[in-house]
């Protein structure tokens, strides 16, 4: 469990938003070190969902990962990669993973596949192009 960042316990009005912050970056921070040093069996397009999230995101000026995460996906900042992820998330999520919904409209069934595959191959893409990239 999180500490207060408060001797007392009592968060004043202006501190909630950057405590909330903080739990949610010590949750991602947790999740992406059992990723990638533990090797979990964790959806990692969530993570790189996230990565790309928070990378288009305001400097907050976290270290660390973070700080990695942001200059590591700065050539990637306003190419539409997230909006593309975040769809494809979003249809695996309430159609596969967890079948929330029951997907009925042929359209939709039709696009998706393309979508992912267009995702894949732009990724592919990404990482072909990258120096480091094992």
Excluded at 15 to 34: D, F, M, S, V
Excluded at 87 to 92: I, L, S
Excluded at 112 to 131: C, F, N, Q
């Amino acid at each position: 469990m999180m500490r207060s960042c408060h001797t007392n316990g009592v968060h004043p009005p202006s501190c909630w938003r950057y405590c909330r912050r903080a739990k949610q970056l010590l949750e991602k921070a947790k999740l992406i070190q059992k990723l990638l040093v533990y090797n979990a069996p964790i959806m990692p397009t969530g993570i790189l969902k996230f990565c790309l999230e928070y990378a288009e995101s305001p400097s907050d000026h976290v270290r660390g990962v973070f700080e990695s995460i942001r200059l590591n996906s700065r050539d990637l900042r306003g190419t539409g990669l997230v909006k593309h992820l975040a769809e494809v998330y979003a249809f695996r999520n309430t159609y596969v993973a967890h079948q929330d919904k029951e997907l009925t409209d042929r359209e939709e069934a039709r696009k998706a596949p393309k979508t992912w595959v267009d995702l894949v191959v732009r990724l592919e893409g990404i990482v072909a192009a990258t120096p480091d990239a094992k």
